[in-house]
């Protein structure tokens, strides 16, 4: 049978005849014991089929139960039968039976991993980490493990971020694990860290140098011997360091840092100070001819006397300051800021080579320095003396980081009232709108301002202090002023401009209070601070609305005026030539005082603002110009009828537009345009009486129209008397009545109202105002009405016009109008018109 399932068996025909005749014979013999045939995995035995060994049918028996029974293999590792290996092995079934073999990690003693029963379990862990030493790599290091190994990395290395098959260096200086003592400076190494003093420091007695229990001490690099400070400099020990610091009477050199160890000083010398650029002043320079002197014999040990001869120099400058105060207004305010930060810079630098300590000095001119010069600290601090009180925080004194004794100071000068005289004041946004709030109504700026303390400088080692971290508070001392209307102590800082040459402000100050000699303020930055009398410019709305109103309409009648004057033919005459240029004059005026009067310069004075304040002085000077000339033309009409005539054309031109122009030009020369242009309006300034340039002219025209206008009334009645004796008093007194009206109108005598306004908050001046505001306003209206609407000639051409403009021929309606006109023609050819004025 097994012959007959070998496929290699190979042999001769007999050989394989016999192999064959065997087989069917035992086939034979197993047919002939068995019933059939045995299925696989089984075998004969007598006459049932028995599983082999390892196999069992499917209901669990040996014998089979044929014919649709089938020998399975027996699961020997089955859950059931658990310790068939032993420990650190796995049983595995086979093909009727089962081994064991050792599981991953272990193996037998003589090296296999098979074996057949729990009897020959030899299996144990196999070193992985000896077997082969370069296991692990990248800086890991192998550790065996029951049954298997692991990589890990070395001391000081920790897996990598997004590889974990790579280590990297552990950073225990900063992993926040402070492995080494505060006195230390940790270092870390590849794989590990030290302990090392830090620079100026050194190892504590008895301490290594190296592990996490190292120690260290300060070290005195001053008195070792171990600094490298400049011999211009004094050696300061500090914790862990040392700093170098200037020497008494000597300051940092250019480039240098101050308690730097490579900090470098030079000797104290007198500060650089030159005259400002184009300003030409012999006071000025012979006060800088002493400043020189100074400098060349100047001692750092002597620096209190220099100190006291240079706040001399400067009061005599200011006692005497001649052509100073002569010079305009944007020089000599240049001069006082040059002054005022030229000294405070002096007197800082000189303060570096005093001692710690305190000065007070009062010169002669009542001029005072307080001085404070002492270690930087927190804490309050007060300078005082009979001029100002100042308190603040030492640690503003100092700038930041510097250890050095700070300076601060404070002078007081009476003296410098002669530069800043007339300077502007310029009121920032916060301040406007608590004004308007309080007055409701718009305040448009400052009329005048009184200066009533002394100029306060104040001056400290910190020279950024434009914005301090804490408020300063001051009190000046001033004199007795107690605020009217519209009134009110204000405290200001000098504030330099480059175009106005410096000015008041009061941005970042409050006034808090204060009695009728002293006012206190609460300051945010440091400068040159007074305390200042403000009279506010405040709009009434009613006079504002009349002006616009007013103008408004007298545009429109001056514009109907001037296209009359012009068109109208049977009108045209000297007189209506003087009319037609004072209408243009009073047009132009009127037009740049409404669109261009008030100044939105935000206090500044611009080239727009002098402009305007220009024209305005300019047409107006003209109109009342003109205003004389059409006396003239009066008095030649009346006075002087049968004596010749007027003034010839070219002459009303020349002195109508001529004088004025002479005016204007004089005044802008003398004052170098520092006479138009206010904070508030374009218009005269009202310092150094410039406004009397307009104010002279228009009262003495006013002034000689009005002795004109009497004389005229006077004739005027003599010839109505003479001409008609017999006219009823009533007409007389009437054309008396309306020829006086028109010729107030005319001749600008209503200005005179402004010559009364001497006090703007009583209740007689405000009804002035008004009516000054209002007849001048309608000065247009009321010469057209009077030069053309009451002109018999202009409203016949007036209707000619309207005519031609409905189409209705004026022959016919003059001719239905002759017959009754005719009775008055005799009348009127022997009596003047009295629309004719």
């Given at each position: 049978m097994d012959a007959l399932l070998c496929p290699t068996c190979r042999g001769p025909p007999f050989f394989l005849a016999l192999w064959i005749f065997l087989s069917l014979s035992e086939a034979g013999a197993q047919a002939k014991d068995c019933p059939v045939w045995c299925p696989q995995n089984s075998h004969c035995v007598n006459t049932s089929c028995r599983c082999l060994p390892g196999f069992q049918s499917f209901s669990g028996q040996i014998d089979l139960n044929l014919p649709n029974d089938n020998c399975d293999d027996i699961n020997e590792c089955r859950p059931s039968q658990p310790d068939l290996c032993g420990a650190n092995a796995d049983c595995?079934?086979?093909?009727?039976?089962?081994?064991?073999?050792?599981?991953?990690?272990?193996?037998?003693?003589?090296?296999?991993?098979?074996?057949?029963?729990?009897?020959?379990?030899?299996?144990?862990?196999?070193?992985?980490?000896?077997?082969?030493?370069?296991?692990?790599?990248?800086?890991?290091?192998?550790?065996?493990?029951?049954?298997?190994?692991?990589?890990?990395?070395?001391?000081?290395?920790?897996?990598?971020?997004?590889?974990?098959?790579?280590?990297?260096?552990?950073?225990?200086?900063?992993?926040?694990?402070?492995?080494?003592?505060?006195?230390?400076?940790?270092?870390?190494?590849?794989?590990?860290?030290?302990?090392?003093?830090?620079?100026?420091?050194?190892?504590?007695?008895?301490?290594?140098?190296?592990?996490?229990?190292?120690?260290?001490?300060?070290?005195?690099?001053?008195?070792?011997?171990?600094?490298?400070?400049?011999?211009?400099?004094?050696?300061?020990?500090?914790?862990?360091?040392?700093?170098?610091?200037?020497?008494?009477?000597?300051?940092?050199?250019?480039?240098?840092?101050?308690?730097?160890?490579?900090?470098?000083?030079?000797?104290?010398?007198?500060?650089?100070?030159?005259?400002?650029?184009?300003?030409?002043?012999?006071?000025?320079?012979?006060?800088?001819?002493?400043?020189?002197?100074?400098?060349?014999?100047?001692?750092?040990?002597?620096?209190?006397?220099?100190?006291?001869?240079?706040?001399?120099?400067?009061?005599?400058?200011?006692?005497?300051?001649?052509?100073?105060?002569?010079?305009?207004?944007?020089?000599?305010?240049?001069?006082?800021?040059?002054?005022?930060?030229?000294?405070?810079?002096?007197?800082?630098?000189?303060?570096?080579?005093?001692?710690?300590?305190?000065?007070?000095?009062?010169?002669?001119?009542?001029?005072?320095?307080?001085?404070?010069?002492?270690?930087?600290?927190?804490?309050?601090?007060?300078?005082?003396?009979?001029?100002?009180?100042?308190?603040?925080?030492?640690?503003?004194?100092?700038?930041?980081?510097?250890?050095?004794?700070?300076?601060?100071?404070?002078?007081?000068?009476?003296?410098?009232?002669?530069?800043?005289?007339?300077a502007e004041l310029q009121l920032d946004r916060r301040k406007l709108a608590d004004l308007q709030e309080t007055h409701r109504s718009p305040v448009r700026g400052v009329d005048e301002i009184k200066l009533l303390s002394a100029v306060n400088s104040v001056f400290l080692s910190n020279r950024d202090t434009r914005e301090l971290a804490t408020p300063v508070l001051f009190a000046f001392a001033h004199d007795r002023d107690a605020p009217g209307t519209r009134q009110e102590r204000l405290c200001a800082f000098w504030k330099a401009d480059p175009d106005r040459g410096g000015g008041w402000a009061t941005?970042?100050?409050?006034?808090?209070?204060?009695?009728?000699?002293?006012?206190?303020?609460?300051?945010?930055?440091?400068?040159?601070?007074?305390?200042?009398?403000?009279?506010?410019?405040?709009?009434?709305?009613?006079?504002?609305?009349?002006?616009?109103?007013?103008?408004?309409?007298?545009l429109v009648c001056l514009l109907l005026c001037i296209l009359t004057f012009l068109l109208v033919r049977p009108i045209q005459g000297s007189r209506t030539t003087v009319h037609l240029h004072l209408c243009l004059c009073l047009f132009v005026g009127s037009a740049v005082f409404l669109a261009g009067v008030e100044n939105d310069g935000r206090g500044q004075v611009g080239t727009r603002c002098r402009v305007v304040a220009g024209l305005l002085h300019y047409c107006f000077l003209a109109a009342f110009c003109w205003m004389s000339l059409e006396g003239l033309e009066l008095y030649f009409l009346v006075v002087r009828v049968f004596r010749g005539q007027g003034l010839a054309k070219h002459w009303l031109l020349l002195l109508g537009y001529g004088v004025p122009l002479f005016v204007v030009g004089v005044t802008a020369s003398v004052s170098r345009g520092e006479a138009y242009g206010r904070s508030d309006c374009c218009w005269l300034n009202l310092?150094?009486?410039?406004?009397?340039?307009?104010?002279?002219?228009?009262?003495?025209?006013?002034?000689?129209?009005?002795?004109?206008?009497?004389?005229?009334?006077?004739?005027?009645?003599?010839?109505?008397?003479?001409?008609?004796?017999?006219?009823?008093?009533?007409?007389?007194?009437?054309?008396?009545?309306?020829?006086?009206?028109?010729?107030?109108?005319?001749?600008?005598?209503?200005?005179?109202?402004g010559l009364f306004l001497f006090e703007p908050e009583s209740w007689h001046s405000r009804l002035l105002a008004c009516a000054f505001t209002l007849l001048n306003c309608l000065q247009g209206l009321f010469l057209f009405l009077l030069h053309c609407a009451l002109n018999r000639k202009v409203r016949e051409e007036y209707r000619r016009w309207a005519c031609r403009l409905v189409g209705t021929k004026y022959s016919e309606f003059a001719t239905s109008t002759t017959g009754s006109s005719q009775n008055q023609t005799q009348t009127r050819v022997h009596r003047p018109s009295e629309s004719g004025m």
């Open positions: 595995e079934n086979t093909d009727g039976g089962f081994q064991c073999v050792c599981i991953p990690g272990f193996e037998l003693e003589s090296g296999g991993t098979t074996f057949r029963n729990k009897s020959e379990n030899t299996c144990q862990d196999v070193e992985e980490c000896k077997k082969n030493p370069g296991i692990c790599k990248n800086r890991k290091i192998c550790v065996n493990t029951h049954g298997s190994y692991v990589c890990r990395c070395q001391p000081g290395f920790e897996p990598e971020p997004g590889d974990p098959k790579s280590c990297k260096d552990v950073d225990e200086c900063k992993s926040g694990r402070r492995p080494c003592h505060p006195s230390t400076h940790c270092l870390n190494k590849v794989g590990g860290f030290e302990c090392r003093c830090r620079p100026g420091w050194k190892p504590a007695p008895g301490s290594p140098e190296g592990p996490n229990t190292t120690m260290c001490e300060d070290l005195d690099e001053c008195s070792s011997g171990r600094h490298q400070c400049d011999n211009s400099t004094i050696c300061l020990n500090a914790q862990g360091s040392y700093r170098c610091t200037c020497r008494p009477g000597w300051t940092l050199k250019p480039g240098f840092q101050n308690n730097r160890t490579d900090t470098v000083c030079e000797e104290v010398t007198f500060p650089a100070w030159t005259p400002p650029p184009g300003i030409k002043s012999q006071n000025l320079s012979r006060f800088f001819e002493k400043v020189q002197d100074l400098s060349r014999n100047f001692q750092p040990s002597k620096v209190q006397g220099i100190m006291k001869k240079l706040i001399g120099a400067v009061d005599e400058l200011l006692r005497d300051s001649g052509d100073l105060e002569g010079l305009p207004k944007v020089d000599r305010y240049r001069v006082a800021t040059f002054l005022l930060s030229g000294l405070e810079s002096a007197l800082r630098d000189l303060a570096t080579a005093m001692p710690t300590g305190s000065l007070t000095y009062l010169s002669p001119s009542q001029t005072e320095l307080s001085l404070k010069i002492q270690e930087p600290r927190s804490g309050n601090v007060t300078l005082s003396h009979s001029h100002a009180q100042m308190l603040l925080d030492w640690t503003v004194a100092s700038a930041a980081g510097d250890s050095k004794p700070a300076v601060a100071g404070l002078l007081s000068s009476r003296g410098m009232h002669r530069l800043v005289k007339g941005e970042g100050c409050e006034t808090l209070g204060g009695s009728d000699s002293s006012t206190t303020c609460r300051c945010h930055h440091l400068s040159s601070f007074a305390v200042l009398m403000a009279h506010y410019d405040v709009q009434d709305p009613q006079l504002a609305l009349i002006t616009k109103v007013g103008l408004g309409l007298s310092e150094d009486g410039y406004l009397w340039s307009f104010v002279g002219p228009v009262t003495a025209i006013v002034l000689g129209n009005a002795v004109i206008f009497v004389v005229t009334v006077w004739k005027l009645a003599q010839k109505f008397s003479e001409i008609n004796p017999d006219m009823k008093k009533l007409k007389k007194a009437r054309a008396l009545t309306v020829t006086a009206v028109a010729q107030l109108v005319v001749l600008g005598c209503t200005w005179g109202f």
